[in-house]
């Protein structure tokens, strides 16, 4: 009301300053007149915005009868609690949001974790009337996100059914037939025995094995929501990297790393454009701009606390004036913007569908340029890897952080925090940072959502009650562990950052030296079709016709696979890997160094060419035999249970499907290098074991295992051994009593 008033009298003094001819004094009245109607307009907008939200708070107090068939009532109740804290609406109980969340906390600890971070922005209690805006503002999104949260409580991602975390856990837990808990008492020595070994078992299996031996209900609540989501999240990469290669590309050798050196700023760029135009993309938001120049000394802080971008503007005039940047160089940077502004809508649902608000954005700053206006955008501010104070920065936050992050499983959602522009060091100038971001948003957007809710299932008493009783240490030594690797996408465990590059160059390097043109390790990569038959649900007519098929038609069989499986199309074309590497080769420089580098980067790549030609093709086999063997048996799913098939029976090197024992640190790594073949195969063969026990009848198990240990384990082992050293003939037969003797000799060796 008074910003009106004070309108109104602004407008009085302007007529009155009019008739009088002082045309100095009507402009400063009707200045003041515009700035209290805004004022006014402001203010209303404010009460009506307070207004609303006091409105809406008032159906949170609904039956509870009524709301508990929508929503988490702990969550509501905490909903509640923050309004009448603040005497929005509801009356105060005397409790503090932290009691609610305890309660939340007794079985949902991901939860009550997101909501201690949620609640943290709280402002001091005291009523609505006497909060700023800005406060009201944060009561009502941190009030909104808890309500959000308590509906999205109730409907889980989990399953194609997308049934709710308690149903999920009831599921399992009938599945895995949980005991009664046991008696609190002290671990003897042979309890810790059994537990030390039944640890070191768990560490061994690996998930998705594992949830196969109990059948479709762990798979479709476990493991396939967690494979799809990094299945989406390659193929999302894959693209947005190939948008990006094609800017590159359009440069048409115009990303020169020939030094460069601005006058301006008195620094030389000694990778030309390769860092000046990433200094480009920095300037395109305040934020990045106020940390690139600040950090690097190009800028300073005016006494009213802007910025002084004096030097920098001289220097982008120099670069322009010298025609070292040009038209299609800005057009680069813009469509290097577009194509990260492009990733926020998706990754802001992922964000406001798992903590119940959207993430702050940058606001783009425009580009002023000889060739017009450029709208600006956002790239990743990293700090430099060279800057000392960003090192120690980013180990102390890594200490910080360590329980937490080792506690819930996530990808990391550094891009979505809200920037602190006070903090200043020197920024990254590497183009390669790009695809770095693009994978992290990507997981953040497709992982994170399903790891999140797998591990909050997990996690869970009952469920867990149940894993621990079946298998001791299944949670903290298989499956904790490998929702971290699904969610970084990493198989590597942080270790001394000195030594571990050397530790993964000898792995890679012995790896390469040891199966490049290793003809004898390609042959073998044809027994996989034998061993594929150890999966029950794999016939052998299926496993001919394909075999036949692929024979015949091997680009139309791959291709077949291709269309059908987004998962085989990732695996036959290896498309998220070329992309990345497509990309580094052509931000590569020109020196002798760069290629040395390209040389050594192009012989570690196609070290396996051969391994993976054949494989590929024993893949495309399988896969089609598992995918016409699960039509024909009227499974619901044989797109999944044939990339299942593969994946089980062939291996695979991704994070999500090796076991605990196969991760670590790069020395660690260095001892378990070749062990993932026959860790697939420990892992296949007790699966299918535990299978072929649940079958009825002795005289059905009998068949299947000995189908499984006297056929197909040593025959398969046979062959390999045979491709290696050649089979028996009369050459060996040294007793002079025929050859069948060395034939058994190599049949239980194999065993």
């Known amino acids: 009301e008074k910003y009106r008033m004070a309108a109104a009298r602004s407008g009085r003094d302007a007529k009155t300053a009019l008739k009088k001819g002082e045309t100095a004094a009507v402009v400063t009245a009707m200045r003041g007149q515009v700035l209290h109607v805004e004022l006014f307009n402001a203010a209303s907008k404010a009460r009506q915005d307070v207004d609303t939200f006091i409105r809406d708070a008032k159906e949170w107090f609904e039956k509870d009868a009524d709301l508990s068939k929508k929503r988490n009532m702990d969550m509501v109740a905490l909903a509640r609690h923050i309004v009448a804290e603040y005497g929005m609406t509801g009356e105060k109980d005397g409790k503090r949001s932290h009691d609610y969340i305890a309660l939340i906390a007794e079985y949902d600890n991901t939860q009550a974790s997101d909501l201690v971070a949620i609640t943290a922005g709280l402002p001091d209690v005291k009523s609505y009337k006497e909060l700023t805006y800005e406060e009201f503002h944060a009561v009502k999104s941190v009030a909104n996100a808890v309500w959000a949260l308590a509906r999205g409580d109730k409907k889980s991602a989990l399953g194609k059914n997308k049934v709710s975390q ?19 008492r002290i671990a003897t020595r042979k309890d810790k025995a059994v537990n030390s070994f039944m640890g070191t078992w768990a560490s061994l299996r690996r998930v998705e094995s594992w949830a196969d031996s109990y059948g479709e209900t762990i798979k479709e609540l476990v493991t396939r929501p967690v494979i799809a989501g990094i299945t989406d999240h390659r193929e999302y990469v894959t693209g947005k990297v190939r948008e990006y290669r094609d800017l590159i590309k359009a440069m048409k050798g115009r990303l020169s790393s020939e030094p460069i050196y601005s006058d301006s700023l008195k620094t030389k760029f000694p990778r030309g454009k390769l860092q000046l135009l990433h200094a480009v993309l920095h300037a395109g938001n305040d934020s990045n701009k106020r940390k690139l120049l600040l950090g690097r ?327 089609i035999a598992a995918y016409d063997s699960a039509v024909k048996s009227g499974n619901e799913n044989p797109v999944e249970m044939a990339d299942e098939a593969v994946r089980l029976t062939q291996g695979s090197f991704a994070p999500e499907d090796i076991s605990s024992f196969e991760s670590g640190t790069a020395f660690e790594r260095m001892f378990t290098q070749f062990w993932s073949y026959f860790g697939m195969m420990l892992n296949a063969m007790t699966t299918e074991s535990k299978k072929a026990m649940q079958s009825s009848g002795w005289p059905s198990r009998a068949v299947k295992l000995s189908f499984i240990w006297f056929l197909v384990f040593p025959v398969t082992n046979m062959i390999a051994e045979g491709i290696a050293k050649g089979f028996p003939d009369d050459d060996d037969d040294e007793d002079a009593d025929g050859v069948l003797d060395e034939w058994a000799s190599m049949y239980f060796g194999a065993s």
């Open 166 to 184: 308690d149903e999920a856990a009831k599921e399992i837990v009938a599945v895995l037939g949980g005991d009664a808990p046991k008696e609190a």
């Open 297 to 623: 000394g190009w800028g300073t802080v005016n006494p009213d606390g802007t910025l002084n971008t004096a030097k920098w503007d001289a220097h982008m005039a120099e670069m322009f004036d010298r025609g070292i940047l040009t038209k299609e160089d800005m057009d680069f940077c813009q469509g290097v913007w577009d194509l990260l502004e492009s990733m926020k809508p998706a990754a802001q649902k992922a964000h406001h569908d798992m903590f119940g608000y959207y993430f702050s954005e940058i606001t783009a700053n425009p580009v002023k340029t000889p060739f017009g206006t450029y709208r600006g955008g956002y790239v990743p501010a990293i700090a430099d890897k060279s800057d000392i104070r960003a090192q120690r920065q980013k180990e102390a936050d890594e200490l910080l952080n360590v329980g937490n992050s080792f506690m819930f499983p996530t990808t990391g959602k550094g891009f979505t925090k809200a920037r602190v522009d006070s903090y200043t060091v020197a920024l990254e100038l590497d183009l390669m940072t790009i695809t770095t971001h693009i994978d992290k948003v990507s997981r953040f957007t497709h992982i994170e959502p399903v790891v999140r809710n797998v591990a909050r299932l997990i996690s869970r008493k009952d469920v867990t009650q149940a894993l621990e009783s079946n298998f001791p240490g299944i949670t903290g030594r298989m499956i904790n562990p490998w929702l971290q690797r699904a969610a970084r996408q990493t198989v590597t465990v942080p270790g001394n950052a000195y030594g571990e590059a050397a530790w993964s160059w000898m792995r890679k390097t012995a790896g390469a030296s040891m199966m490049a043109a290793n003809i004898i390790n390609v042959a073998q990569q044809t027994t996989g079709l034998g061993f594929a038959l150890v999966r029950g649900e794999v016939s052998k007519p299926a496993m001919m016709r394909a075999l036949l098929l692929t024979t015949r038609h091997p680009v139309a069989a791959s291709n077949r696979c291709r269309e059908m499986s987004p998962w085989m199309r990732q695996r036959l074309d290896a498309q998220q890997f070329e992309m990345n590497a497509r990309v580094e080769e052509m931000l590569a420089g020109d020196s002798v160094l760069d290629n040395a580098k390209k040389a050594h980067a192009f012989v570690q790549n196609n070290a396996y060419f051969m391994q993976s030609f054949v494989q590929n093709r024993v893949d495309t086999v399988v896969w």
